[in-house]
RNA sequence: GCUGCUGUAGCUCAGUGGUAGAGCACACCCUUGGUAAGGGUGAGGUCGAGAGUUCAAUUCUCUCCAGCAGCACCA
């Protein structure tokens, strides 16, 4: 007879982490269970999982099953402690400014946010005032209580309170779903908030390591169309400590913003006159080469052929692709369209004008697949408020490149983009830092359903051979072709889109592609997009923020300084770079009349140069240079010649 | 585009209803110094643009432009 038999009706049976089962009676909560096994563990007890789910820890068990109970240390606190601490806020906001309707608050990386509509916007010294009263409400020590409501007493009960959006979001709730309400507090002294939950014991476990960080707008339900809401956010954690440390992080990933990198080592600036487009200086523009040689090297080895196309084109282009009708508005379109017959754009991307390319003459099937790469520089008109330095402009250079193959040609293709793709980020140091989302049919696009099909499981099965972590991002393909996205984060962990492959069937017909098969009838090419860096410009944004504006030595604008120690060995430092130079070495000489302490921290703290030759009169008597590594607190001699050797070696870039 | 904030010297920032100040950078001088800021002197500004209020606006108000944070968008 098994064991589970033996379980009375009104008894189940609750495994623990460790494998141990207990049978408690039916109804028992995770706190009393917690009881059973100490007492001190009752206390430290914040909530529990059931079968792997977080619930409150008063949440009677009626049911058998695993169980875990969840304390301060572990990781899963972390989202109760901002879930509540969110609560706590937007009570702390009600109570200070009454007639402010709440929304939505929820956790998220780092803290949590709550949504409020008010007519006033929230001030910065409104922050420390709710923060404060949140201090309060935390102190008080309210009960947190779980109260399943009927609809339409919900429904009442909100409309009374005035609170519309709660209203609507009961309303959408799906009929027969559970609607749970959480009173932090006792009776009708409570604050009442609709909830799925859970929720920590008390409001005083929220504890006090939380602080109020910003004020921004965000739309109601996420859309442009409905109204503006006021979103207060905020990080908490479990302790001062973690608290402390975040606040660190945060402030040291800011001095990693390439914006201000970008200033402190010369290499690009923004002017009003030009917003979105970058006036690269020399450093900027020697990083940008060194990466654009470097592409055009891979695209070669791949057996690609590079080609060039208009920068400006006539509309009737675009209106063909289908890319008039949805991105007119983000278009730089350079006539009248009242007044002129042909209106004339400048091209936010290159598939049209590399499609003249493939229409110039007649393609046979011998000739596919073509690979044809095409460092396009492209314009795109951005709402004002989505630019962001080098990372969203509106001028930028597209290591663009479209492949036209037949239908038994397509997966090995994409295949190959992919190692293409992976070897690049491999030399580039971002390999481990690349999340790639599979994007899929979005609801406005052109083209059959079948097609979609076909190329939306090519790039399944291409996912299947490559073996490379992905993430399903469904309906936020591009209009014509579902795409595989490789999307890396800045310093403070934005994401930013920069490689991309597009399995495209609607192009060529759009664009009237096509070749002579095997049996002398016309057929249909497939199209497929791709880019790796995807925007060099926002590229280089995301290395200078990886690298804290420390780059590989192949990418370093200025890979050696040569500086002096005293006048005396000018002439000798003067032939150094001379001789780095004839080696290929970007070196530069600093013989100015300064300290050498002055020249390492110029150099170092601020330039980033990776390697400094430092000489002084020893060095010109004994042909020897100390050389200084950035990073390196000390600094080795070497002879010159040795030194230049090694150097030149380093700062060849990889192949 | 939306909400909020910001715009003063090349950079980072202070400041004021009576037309401006610091540090760094720059120029010159002193200093020739051995690995993350040596000292002195000097030059440098239409206070984002336009309009309004005022005897007087860099300062207050409005509009526009640009930037920052977030949201929305991103072929």
Redesign the pocket.
Known sequence: MSEALLVQEDQIEVTFPDGSVKTFAKGTTGLTIAGTISKSLAKAALAVTINGELADLSRPLEESCALTIVKREDEQALSLIRHDAAHVMAQAVQELFPGTQVTIGPSVEDGF?YDFARDE????EDLEKIEKRMRQIVERGATFTREIWDRNDAIAYFKKQGEQFKVELIEDLPEGEEISLYRQGEGDEGWLDLCRGPHLPTTRHVGTAFKLT??????WR???SKA?L??I?GTAWRDDKELKAYLNRIEEAEKR?H??LG??MDLF?????A??QVFWHPKGWTVYVALMDYMRRKVKKYDYVEVNTPQMLDARF?KKSG?WD??R???FVLEDEETSEHPFALK??S?PGNAQLYNYGIVSYRDLPIRMAEFGRVF??????????LM?VQAFTQDDAHIFCTDEQLEDEVVSMCDLIREVYTDLGMADHITINFSTR?EQRIGSDEDWDRAENALQKVLDRIGMKWVLNPG?????AP?L?FILTDA?G????CG?I?VDMNMPTRLDMSYVAPDGEKARPHMI?RAILGSVERFIGVLIEHYAGKLPLWLAPVQCVVA??????DDYAQDIVKKLKEQGVRATLDI???????K???H???GKVPV?F???????EENTV???R??S???S?ESLESAITTLAQDCKPPY
């Not at 600036?269 to 006159?273: M, S």
């Not at 002096?564 to 060995?569: C, D, E, F, S």
């Not at 430092?614 to 060095?619: F, K, L, N, W």
């Open positions: 946010y916007p929230f001030s910065t910003k004020v921004a707008g965000a739309y996420g859309d442009s503006m006021s979103r956010y913003d914006r201000k200033k402190e600036h923004f002017q009003d006159e917003p979105g675009w890319h949805k991105y508005e983000n278009m936010p991307m598939c795109r008109k951005e709402p004002s408020g989505a630019r962001h330095g969203r979005p936020d393909g591009a209009f014509y795409k996205d403070i934005r994401e930013w889109q991309t597009q997009h002096t120690v005293t006048g005396k060995a100015r009349n300064e300290k050498i302490n002055y390492v921290r110029e170092s703290a601020v400094m430092v000489v002084g009169a020893r060095e010109a100390a050389i200084r950035l990073g607190k000390d600094q001699v």
